[in-house]
């Protein structure tokens, strides 16, 4: 059991060019989510889905589009990076019992540089 | 809309002294509460969490009391290690939904 994976551990974009954060977990979670962590901000919601075929937008949605095709995947894409895309992003997930969700499982991350 | 407020770092102590992390929070309903920490070069783990008023979260010798009249969740810990040293944050969910909404994040550096 892997839990949540992220690839790449690192990038480094130049600006304009395009990329896609994998995110995978094999815990048959329904719920899926993208967070950007900055310096003295915490981490913000980016998209999220709460199944295959659904999902929407969080706080800081501008600039990633996101897709869920299958359970265990939830890719996010930069279409054209800018410098202030340069942060951490995490991954995370959760299952939901009796109309609750339970804790949010994260990701190792990954870093990502916008030249 | 909900917002989540804790004491910014660094906070540097002796081991085995005492920790207390403030967080405060502004929510429309009567969120659930979590802190979870993040080691170095790591990914979020869920320290512990409280979900109505009074709850108490403990784990690991940390404690979190859900205070609804002060809209406080202060975390606590009676001796810290070096093995404490790590960022830690507060957050809170609305029960209607699964959205986190994240404090800045404090980091406790713990000294030998």
């Known amino acids: 059991n892997a839990g949540v994976t992220q690839t790449p551990k690192f990038q480094v974009l130049k600006t304009g060019q395009s990329m896609t954060l994998q995110c995978a977990q094999d815990m048959n979670h329904e719920y899926m989510s993208w967070y950007r962590q900055d310096p003295g901000m915490g981490l913000r919601l980016i998209h999220y889905s709460v199944g295959a075929g659904i999902t929407d937008q969080g706080e800081v949605p501008n600039g990633y589009n996101v897709s869920r095709s299958t359970t265990e995947d939830f890719p996010l894409r930069l279409l054209s990076a800018a410098p202030s895309q340069t942060s951490v992003y995490f991954c995370?997930?959760?299952?939901?019992?009796?109309?609750?969700?339970?804790?949010?499982?994260f990701g190792p991350g990954t870093r990502l540089t916008v030249l | 809309g909900d917002s989540v407020t804790q004491m910014e770092g660094p906070v540097t102590l002796s081991e085995e002294a005492f920790l207390t992390i403030n967080c405060t929070y502004t929510a429309t309903g009567y969120p659930s509460l979590f802190w979870y920490v993040q080691y170095p070069g790591e990914g979020l783990q869920l320290l512990l969490k409280?979900?109505?008023?009074?709850d108490k979260g403990s784990n690991k010798g940390f404690e979190a009391t859900y205070r609804k009249e002060t809209t406080s969740f202060h975390l606590e810990k009676g001796s810290v290690q070096v093995s404490d040293s790590a960022v830690y944050f507060c957050a809170l969910r609305e029960n209607a939904g699964n959205m986190l909404t994240f404090g800045g994040g404090t980091r406790l550096m713990v000294k030998p």
């Open positions: 995370a997930s959760s299952y939901s019992a009796r109309g609750y969700y339970n804790e949010q499982f």
């Open positions: 409280a979900t109505k008023a009074d």
